[in-house]
């Protein structure tokens, strides 16, 4: 698949409109070179929130909120390792020559988070608030390390290597979401 094909994920239909405003709001700050860098911050921290929000709920007792937002997390989750993969570890792979390096460990890292995320729901589908909490502890355990290499290393280096040209293609591919 191109690099700037159309991914095919069941969730695509539901990213959030919002989200596609601020990738429209990152283009028009000007800064093309470091689209990717910023989008997946922003991804990054929205999914952080709802992280957060899943495990107030869970402390609170809150278990029929929990288990939907932690749905919605895994869901998150999901698209955002679809779009990093699909979209993102191509332009790397293709630009960096490095096919299996990095960003095959981050794929396999995304299999650890996805895996805890659905470990996370499935404990509160039985009400098991100890295999949640054991979920939600591998998970961060893999999920700081992650990000930051994605963030500080593998996307920034992404960024410098794309032109203006292959920005814009990537902002434009981020909107048809």
Do not use: N, W
Not at 43 to 48: A, G, K, M, Q
Not at 55 to 72: F, I, L, N, P, Y
Not at 155 to 165: E, F, I, V
């Amino acid at each position: 698949m191109s690099a700037f094909g159309l991914i095919d994920s069941p969730h695509g239909a539901g990213m959030h409109s919002a989200r596609m405003r601020a990738v429209t709001r990152l283009a028009a700050l000007g800064k093309p070179m470091d689209i990717i860098t910023s989008f997946a911050r922003r991804e990054h921290r929205r999914l952080d929130a709802m992280l957060r929000r899943v495990r107030t709920e869970v402390e609170a007792g809150q278990m029929d909120e929990a288990r939907a937002s932690c749905d919605a997390f895994h869901r998150g989750l999901s698209l955002h390792a679809t779009i990093e993969e699909q979209l993102f570890f191509p332009l790397f792979e293709a630009r960096s020559g490095m096919v299996g390096g990095p960003t095959a460990t981050l794929r396999h890292e995304h299999r650890e988070l996805e895996a805890a995320a659905r470990s996370m729901c499935e404990a509160l589908s039985r009400d098991d608030r100890a295999s949640f909490h054991e979920g939600l502890r591998l998970l961060e355990e893999v999920r700081p390390e992650h990000e930051s290499k994605e963030e500080h290393v593998l996307y920034p280096t992404t960024d410098q290597m794309l032109s203006d040209r292959e920005c814009a293609a990537v902002v434009e591919r981020l909107e048809r979401l």
